[in-house]
Nanobody, 122 residues
Framework: QVQVVESGGGSVQAGGSLTLSCTAS????????MGWYRQGSEKERELVSA???????RYAEAVKGRFTISQDGTGNTIWLQMDSLKTEDAAVYYC????????????????WGQGTQVTVSS
């Protein structure tokens, strides 16, 4: 059974920093890697950043240059360093393992964590 556990959320003022951590246990290998998603109030869940097994990272335009994703040697633990936080970054952040979806020919989330709240005050 795959378990995905996030930690590191909290409250910061705008301009501050937070680091989120995520560990997946029992996760079968996938070249797609893992990713971070977020869901703000009354918004749809969106991809923030993902990192593939080979270390290739991708970011949403809104966080480029401010957020940095990284992983350990196993690829089962990832971190999201969030700098220069803005009020619009406030959301519940979810970690997910990714898997290759043949029908859509893309990496898609498979197993989700419970989410961790990030609050950014002005």
């Amino acid at each position: 059974q795959v378990q995905v556990v996030e930690s590191g959320g909290g409250s910061v003022q705008a301009g501050g920093s937070l680091t989120l951590s995520c560990t997946a246990s029992g996760n079968p290998f996938s070249s797609c890697g893992m990713g971070w998603y977020r869901q703000g109030s009354e918004k749809e869940r969106e991809l923030v950043s993902a990192i593939s097994a080979d270390g290739t990272a991708r970011y949403a335009e809104a966080v480029k240059g401010r957020f940095t994703i990284s992983q350990d040697g196993t690829g089962n633990t990832i971190w999201l360093q969030m700098d220069s936080l803005k009020t619009e970054d406030a959301a519940v952040y979810y970690c997910a393992t990714l898997t290759w979806e043949r029908t859509s020919w893309e990496c898609r989330p498979l197993y989700w964590g419970q989410g961790t709240q990030v609050t950014v005050s002005s």
